[in-house]
């Protein structure tokens, strides 16, 4: 069905569900209502590839933001989200390359899979303690974002999630999280600090995959296993505190190409337990290490 610019479908509740805009505007405040139906859903694809399209206004009643909703709107630099949203979908501003910041209400529980990736713009997001879920790589490539604030009730974070942001210095990931996920901050390369909370069981695969200004990290006793290459090309790592929980540690965690070349980290020093796993893997990886009760 038509009505002015918009295509929309019925929905089992008798509320239409926007799934396409055919209008060409540079702003654009989408009506609470189609032909008398109340708007509840801007669905898959709606506004994606509007490449003219530089504001957006949801409004109240909106619950859902589909997949793909506004993907591809490389000019859009700002979009107002109502407190109606409960939930941010797949790639939802995927490649909005103009995007500046992002406020996600506290009515929002979800961020789906690569909801922000490529928002290249993008210098600030404030997610709300709503959210429990933030999905697979959803913030990847956002190259201007300096900072995140993840909120405690977060439980569940995906993989890849701030893959590629190379100028966020600095984030904090709440006790809620249980693992940080493989490439999780891969490619930060101006992450300088990470505290990994002491809820947290695993690091994964690549985690921290050249993160080249990272120094510091101390692992908490909350941590078993250190996936592959999670520390690979952390060029200043000088200091890695690894409990005595830490029973598994992957091929090249704390490895560097030299010389063409994979090498043991030559400026890291492994501060672990006499007679730890941590201890063994050192020996066996040819990497520095001193004990956590020397006194010298």
């Known amino acids: ?15 239409a569900e926007i799934t396409a805009y055919w209008g060409d505007a540079e702003e654009v405040r989408i009506p609470a209502e189609l032909d008398g139906k109340r708007v ?23 619950k859902y933001i589909g997949d ?18 409960t939930s941010i979908g797949q790639a939802a501003f995927d490649g909005c390359w103009n995007l500046t910041d992002m406020t996600i209400p506290d009515s929002v529980t979800s961020i789906g899979d690569n909801a922000f990736s490529e ?81 947290v069981t ?25 996936g592959e290459g999670a520390f690979m090309e952390c060029s200043s790592l000088t200091s890695v505190t690894i409990p005595a929980s830490v029973t598994s540690i992957g091929e090249g965690a704390f490895s560097v190409f030299l010389d063409q070349a994979w090498v043991p980290n030559p400026n890291l020093t492994a501060i672990v337990p006499r007679g730890s796993f941590a201890e063994r893997y050192c020996k066996a990886n040819g990497i520095a290490f001193t004990y956590m009760d020397d006194d010298s």
């Open 40 to 62: 509840t859903r801007i669905g898959a694809e709606a506004f994606a590839n509007c490449e003219g399209l530089k504001r957006v206004t949801i409004p109240d009643g909106v």
């Open 202 to 226: 695993s690091i994964g695969e690549y985690a921290f995959h050249e993160c080249s200004s990272l120094k510091l990290v101390t692992i908490p006793d909350s941590v078993t296993s250190i």
């Open 119 to 199: 928002c290249r713009s993008l210098t600030s997001v404030t997610i709300p303690d709503s959210v429990t879920s933030i999905g697979y790589a959803a913030f990847s490539n956002c190259s201007s974002l300096t900072g995140v604030t993840i909120p405690d009730s977060v439980a569940s974070i995906g993989e890849w999630v701030f893959c590629g942001c190379d100028r966020l210095a600095g984030v904090t990931i709440p006790h809620s999280v249980t693992s940080i996920g493989d490439s999780m901050f891969r490619d930060c390369i101006s992450l300088t600090n990470a505290t990994i909370p002491d809820s």
């Open 68 to 85: 793909e909703a506004f993907y591809g709107c490389k000019r859009l630099t700002n979009v107002t989200i109502p407190d109606s949203v």
């Open 1 to 15: 069905m038509m009505a002015g610019d918009y295509e929309y479908t019925l929905l089992d509740d008798g509320t």
